[in-house]
């Protein structure tokens, strides 16, 4: 049957959001984004990931070379990448990457160079995983967008 | 219809973040805010700067413009900035506008995403409208719409161009004595009041008493289009 298959896809998306919301990977500010998309901005939610991924890899990078200096001691810059990855994962959503973040600040304005290393571990671990899901959140809904559109020829 | 020249308000959203200059820009067009976004406080002034040359020049004659961009239509009704920039602060930014006499009209909002009192008072004690906390919400921006000012009301029926700061208290003054000053000052204290992280908080023109949309609706004005009651202000009587 036509259409059948976006429904079944549907019923996937919305299981997998369910999910992400349980866990408390997302919350709420990403049903704000998704309410933000509309026909005049059909892949706004998307277009914003894309930019959160690009923006949080070259965080991950630049607080990952700082803390593998030797004499690392620049806690400050520190705290400036991790105000500006709690500002972005908190304006998506993304909860959980957000308290490791909150918690890697704390830990960097104890000058706390082990805690910091541990919360980054953490911090990479989860912010792969969002990523991970977030993927797969869209690719449920390009199929079904395409299995949708099969149902209406244009 | 006539009203072509004022049919949107225009924003300016300042923040060094890319991603939240994205959000504003999308929760503001959304709301049918016309918007222009700029990363940092100098940025914003250096724009300010020429919408506010650009309509000195749109009352005189013919003087030709010096600024490379004709921006004919352009004026800023509403400034909202974040508070935590590189440089610049939201707060350095609101101070400049608000001691820039060309300025100092146009309405500030203030959004962080840290809740700290002492911060918002700040802001508040400056001069900013409203303080927001990040992430802002859709819901968020119902607060705005109270707080846009147009410099110009240009009423085709009114030969002369009024200049007002803020349709709703030129309204309060125009009315009689006895219903609205209760009202007046109230809603000064109000404003006071309003200030606060409240997100919950109602839209500052249904604080006002019941008065004075009650009367509005006698009069066939609807309370909800602010841009009938600028066309009014300061003509119409209060019967």
């Not at chain 2, 200030?195 to 249904?206: A, G, N, V, W, Y």
């Not at chain 2, 004005?221 to 841009?227: A, F, G, K, N, W």
């Amino acid at each position: 049957m036509l259409g059948f298959g976006a429904d079944l896809l549907w019923a996937d998306m919305n299981r997998l959001l369910a999910f992400l919301f349980h866990q408390g990977v997302l919350d709420e500010q990403f049903l704000q984004l998704q309410q933000l998309q509309d026909h005049t901005s059909p892949n706004f939610v998307s277009e914003v990931v894309n930019i959160y991924f690009h923006e949080s890899e070259k965080l991950l990078t630049n607080l990952r070379s700082l803390l593998m200096e030797r004499e690392f001691s620049d806690y400050k810059k520190m705290e400036i990448h991790l105000n500006q990855f709690i500002g972005s994962s908190s304006s998506i959503g993304a909860k959980r990457v957000t308290s490791i973040c909150i918690a890697f600040r704390a830990a960097s304005e104890q000058d706390n160079r082990t805690g910091c290393l541990r919360a980054l571990e953490m911090l990479e671990h989860e912010y792969c995983y969002l990523k991970n899901k977030l993927h797969e959140l869209f690719q449920i809904e390009q199929q079904r967008a395409l299995a949708a559109g099969v149902r209406y020829p244009v | 219809m006539g009203m072509a020249a004022e049919s949107q308000f225009h924003v300016l959203a300042v923040d060094d973040s890319i991603i939240d200059r994205k959000l504003i820009e999308r929760l503001l067009k959304t709301s049918s805010y016309q918007v222009t976004t700029v990363d940092s406080g100098s940025k914003a002034l250096e724009f300010l700067g020429l919408c506010e040359n650009d309509q000195n020049h749109h009352t005189s004659t013919n003087i030709p413009s010096v600024f490379p961009n004709n921006h004919q239509d352009v004026e800023v009704n509403l400034v909202i900035t974040d508070y935590c920039m590189p440089g610049m602060t939201g707060y350095d930014l609101l101070k400049k506008i608000k001691e820039s006499s060309s300025l100092r009209n146009i309405p500030v909002v203030i959004m962080s995403s840290e809740n700290v009192p002492s911060r918002i008072n700040r802001c508040l004690e400056e001069g900013a409208e409203e303080f927001f906390l990040k992430p802002v919400r859709l819901s968020d921006l119902s607060r705005l719409k109270p707080h846009m000012k147009k410099n110009k009301v240009k009423d085709p029926r009114n030969e002369t161009e009024e200049k007002i700061e803020n349709s709703e208290i030129l309204l309060q003054q125009e009315a009689p004595k006895s219903q609205y000053s209760h009202s007046e000052s109230e809603s000064q204290s109000q404003l006071q009041a309003h200030s606060t992280i409240d997100q919950q908080q109602q839209p500052l023109q249904q604080n006002n008493n019941n008065n004075k949309r009650k009367s509005m609706e006698q009069q066939g004005l609807s309370s909800e289009t602010d841009r009938t009651r600028q066309r009014y202000s300061g003509i119409a009587t209060v019967v």
